[in-house]
Protein backbone atom coordinates (compact mmCIF):
# COMPACT_ATOMS: atom_id res chain seq x y z
CA UNK A 1 0.00 0.00 0.00
CA UNK A 2 1.04 3.72 -1.09
CA UNK A 3 0.94 5.87 1.82
CA UNK A 4 -0.52 9.13 1.47
CA UNK A 5 2.23 11.26 2.02
CA UNK A 6 3.72 10.04 -0.82
CA UNK A 7 0.89 10.02 -2.95
CA UNK A 8 1.38 13.91 -4.33
CA UNK A 9 5.27 13.31 -5.24
CA UNK A 10 4.81 9.65 -6.73
CA UNK A 11 1.47 11.34 -8.93
CA UNK A 12 3.57 14.50 -10.21
CA UNK A 13 6.51 12.41 -11.31
CA UNK A 14 4.14 9.88 -12.89
CA UNK A 15 1.92 12.69 -14.70
CA UNK A 16 5.40 14.46 -15.76
CA UNK A 17 6.98 11.21 -17.88
CA UNK A 18 3.26 10.69 -19.33
CA UNK A 19 3.37 14.02 -20.63
CA UNK A 20 6.73 13.24 -22.23
CA UNK A 21 5.75 10.73 -23.55
CA UNK A 22 2.58 11.41 -25.31
CA UNK A 23 4.13 14.81 -26.26
CA UNK A 24 6.65 12.93 -28.52
CA UNK A 25 4.09 10.21 -29.76
CA UNK A 26 2.77 10.28 -33.76
CA UNK A 27 -0.60 9.37 -33.29
CA UNK A 28 -0.65 6.60 -36.25
CA UNK A 29 -3.78 5.71 -36.18
CA UNK A 30 -5.02 8.88 -35.77
CA UNK A 31 -3.23 10.01 -38.98
CA UNK A 32 -4.42 7.31 -41.07
CA UNK A 33 -8.14 8.42 -40.36
CA UNK A 34 -7.24 12.18 -41.05
CA UNK A 35 -4.99 10.84 -44.40
CA UNK A 36 -8.34 8.66 -45.52
CA UNK A 37 -10.81 11.83 -44.88
CA UNK A 38 -8.35 13.96 -47.16
CA UNK A 39 -7.89 11.84 -49.68
CA UNK A 40 -11.41 10.26 -50.25
CA UNK A 41 -12.58 13.96 -50.56
CA UNK A 42 -9.84 14.29 -52.66
CA UNK A 43 -11.15 11.69 -54.95
CA UNK A 44 -15.03 12.41 -54.86
CA UNK A 45 -15.31 8.66 -52.50
CA UNK A 46 -17.03 10.11 -49.80
CA UNK A 47 -18.35 13.55 -48.01
CA UNK A 48 -15.50 15.01 -46.20
CA UNK A 49 -16.03 14.83 -42.82
CA UNK A 50 -13.53 16.30 -40.07
CA UNK A 51 -14.22 14.16 -36.95
CA UNK A 52 -12.62 11.11 -35.43
CA UNK A 53 -13.41 8.97 -33.05
CA UNK A 54 -12.20 9.54 -29.52
CA UNK A 55 -10.29 6.10 -28.07
CA UNK A 56 -11.21 4.59 -25.01
CA UNK A 57 -11.08 6.43 -21.92
CA UNK A 58 -11.06 4.95 -18.04
CA UNK A 59 -14.35 5.51 -15.48
CA UNK A 60 -13.32 2.27 -13.55
CA UNK A 61 -14.38 2.11 -9.64
CA UNK A 62 -11.47 2.15 -7.22
CA UNK A 63 -10.62 1.55 -3.99
CA UNK A 64 -7.61 2.33 -1.74
CA UNK A 65 -4.49 5.00 -2.61
CA UNK A 66 -2.36 3.05 -5.01
CA UNK A 67 -5.77 2.18 -6.78
CA UNK A 68 -6.70 5.72 -7.07
CA UNK A 69 -3.91 6.89 -8.14
CA UNK A 70 -3.88 4.04 -10.91
CA UNK A 71 -7.22 5.34 -11.96
CA UNK A 72 -6.44 9.22 -11.52
CA UNK A 73 -3.47 8.50 -14.18
CA UNK A 74 -6.08 6.30 -15.77
CA UNK A 75 -8.19 9.38 -16.71
CA UNK A 76 -5.86 11.45 -17.46
CA UNK A 77 -3.79 9.29 -19.87
CA UNK A 78 -7.10 7.90 -21.74
CA UNK A 79 -8.12 12.13 -22.02
CA UNK A 80 -4.73 12.94 -23.39
CA UNK A 81 -4.56 10.29 -25.86
CA UNK A 82 -7.91 11.32 -26.48
CA UNK A 83 -7.27 14.82 -27.31
CA UNK A 84 -3.81 13.95 -29.53
CA UNK A 85 -5.99 11.57 -31.62
CA UNK A 86 -7.69 14.36 -32.91
CA UNK A 87 -5.37 15.63 -35.89
CA UNK A 88 -5.83 19.08 -36.92
CA UNK A 89 -6.62 18.62 -40.65
CA UNK A 90 -9.07 22.17 -40.96
CA UNK A 91 -6.84 25.04 -41.87
CA UNK A 92 -7.20 27.77 -44.17
CA UNK A 93 -3.96 26.38 -45.90
CA UNK A 94 -4.90 22.59 -45.81
CA UNK A 95 -8.38 23.38 -46.78
CA UNK A 96 -7.12 25.43 -49.92
CA UNK A 97 -4.70 23.09 -50.86
CA UNK A 98 -7.65 20.34 -50.40
CA UNK A 99 -9.89 21.85 -52.61
CA UNK A 100 -7.37 22.66 -55.36
CA UNK A 101 -6.01 18.66 -55.28
CA UNK A 102 -9.85 17.69 -55.38
CA UNK A 103 -10.71 20.19 -58.36
CA UNK A 104 -7.49 18.47 -60.55
CA UNK A 105 -8.56 15.16 -59.64
CA UNK A 106 -11.13 15.36 -62.42
CA UNK A 107 -8.24 15.82 -65.11
CA UNK A 108 -5.43 13.18 -63.75
CA UNK A 109 -8.56 10.17 -63.05
CA UNK A 110 -8.33 9.51 -66.92
CA UNK A 111 -4.79 9.36 -66.47
CA UNK A 112 -4.69 6.70 -63.12
CA UNK A 113 -7.47 4.91 -65.05
CA UNK A 114 -5.54 4.53 -68.31
CA UNK A 115 -1.87 3.48 -66.59
CA UNK A 116 -0.33 6.88 -67.22
CA UNK A 117 0.66 7.94 -64.09
CA UNK A 118 0.53 6.16 -60.76
CA UNK A 119 0.88 6.62 -57.02
CA UNK A 120 4.76 7.09 -56.02
CA UNK A 121 6.44 5.29 -52.82
CA UNK A 122 6.97 9.13 -51.76
CA UNK A 123 3.37 9.75 -51.82
CA UNK A 124 3.22 12.02 -55.00
CA UNK A 125 2.23 11.00 -58.78
CA UNK A 126 4.61 10.44 -61.75
CA UNK A 127 4.14 9.82 -65.10
CA UNK A 128 5.11 6.30 -65.83
CA UNK A 129 3.77 5.28 -69.20
CA UNK A 130 3.94 8.82 -71.75
CA UNK A 131 2.80 6.19 -74.77
CA UNK A 132 -0.79 5.92 -73.28
CA UNK A 133 -1.25 10.12 -73.03
CA UNK A 134 -2.10 11.53 -76.08
CA UNK A 135 0.29 13.68 -77.92
CA UNK A 136 -1.35 16.72 -77.60
CA UNK A 137 -2.29 16.24 -74.18
CA UNK A 138 1.50 15.52 -73.01
CA UNK A 139 2.44 18.77 -71.66
CA UNK A 140 -1.14 19.78 -69.86
CA UNK A 141 -0.43 16.90 -68.00
CA UNK A 142 3.59 17.17 -67.09
CA UNK A 143 1.84 20.25 -65.98
CA UNK A 144 -0.93 18.80 -63.93
CA UNK A 145 1.69 16.11 -61.98
CA UNK A 146 3.75 19.16 -61.32
CA UNK A 147 0.84 20.80 -59.80
CA UNK A 148 -0.08 18.11 -57.72
CA UNK A 149 3.37 17.43 -56.57
CA UNK A 150 3.68 20.45 -55.24
CA UNK A 151 0.30 20.38 -53.57
CA UNK A 152 1.24 17.49 -51.72
CA UNK A 153 4.45 18.37 -50.66
CA UNK A 154 2.91 21.31 -49.31
CA UNK A 155 0.07 19.34 -47.93
CA UNK A 156 2.08 17.29 -45.35
CA UNK A 157 4.39 20.09 -44.47
CA UNK A 158 1.26 21.69 -43.60
CA UNK A 159 -0.77 19.38 -41.72
CA UNK A 160 2.81 18.57 -39.39
CA UNK A 161 3.08 22.22 -38.85
CA UNK A 162 -0.72 22.62 -38.11
CA UNK A 163 -0.49 20.51 -35.74
CA UNK A 164 2.87 21.95 -34.10
CA UNK A 165 4.89 19.02 -34.75
CA UNK A 166 6.60 19.97 -38.10
CA UNK A 167 9.07 17.18 -37.56
CA UNK A 168 6.03 14.62 -38.18
CA UNK A 169 6.33 15.82 -42.03
CA UNK A 170 8.25 12.59 -43.00
CA UNK A 171 5.39 10.65 -40.97
CA UNK A 172 2.37 12.38 -42.44
CA UNK A 173 4.15 11.39 -45.72
CA UNK A 174 4.56 7.83 -45.19
CA UNK A 175 0.76 7.29 -43.69
CA UNK A 176 -0.37 9.36 -47.05
CA UNK A 177 1.62 6.59 -48.72
CA UNK A 178 0.00 4.02 -48.01
CA UNK A 179 -3.47 5.36 -47.41
CA UNK A 180 -3.21 6.58 -51.45
CA UNK A 181 -2.67 3.06 -52.38
CA UNK A 182 -5.42 1.69 -50.06
CA UNK A 183 -7.69 3.84 -52.03
CA UNK A 184 -6.74 4.00 -54.98
CA UNK A 185 -9.54 2.17 -57.34
CA UNK A 186 -8.57 -1.02 -59.03
CA UNK A 187 -6.54 -0.73 -62.09
CA UNK A 188 -4.74 2.26 -60.61
CA UNK A 189 -0.79 2.08 -60.75
CA UNK A 190 1.48 2.04 -57.66
CA UNK A 191 5.49 2.02 -56.93
CA UNK A 192 5.90 -0.72 -54.08
CA UNK A 193 8.14 0.03 -51.19
CA UNK A 194 11.32 -0.81 -53.27
CA UNK A 195 10.23 0.97 -56.25
CA UNK A 196 8.47 -1.54 -58.77
CA UNK A 197 5.17 -0.28 -60.58
CA UNK A 198 2.29 -2.63 -59.14
CA UNK A 199 -1.43 -2.59 -60.86
CA UNK A 200 -3.81 -2.35 -57.96
Same mark, same amino acid.
Given at each position: ?20 ? /?? +??? *? !?????? #? $? ?6 ? &? =? ?41 ? /?? +??? *? !?????? #? $? ?6 ? &? =? ?91
Amino acid at each position: MIRNKHLPTLFASLLLVACVT /IN +IYF *P !AAAAEK #A $ADIIIKDV &L =GDAPASETTEPGPSSDGKSSGDSERLEALLGIFIASAHAAEAD /IS +IST *P !AIDGLR #A $AMKARHSQ &L =GPHYDSGAIGYTRAALVMIRDISAIPLPSRNQVKKLVADENTNRNALYREIARANGHPEWENDIRETFARRWIANAHAGWWYQDSGGAWRRK
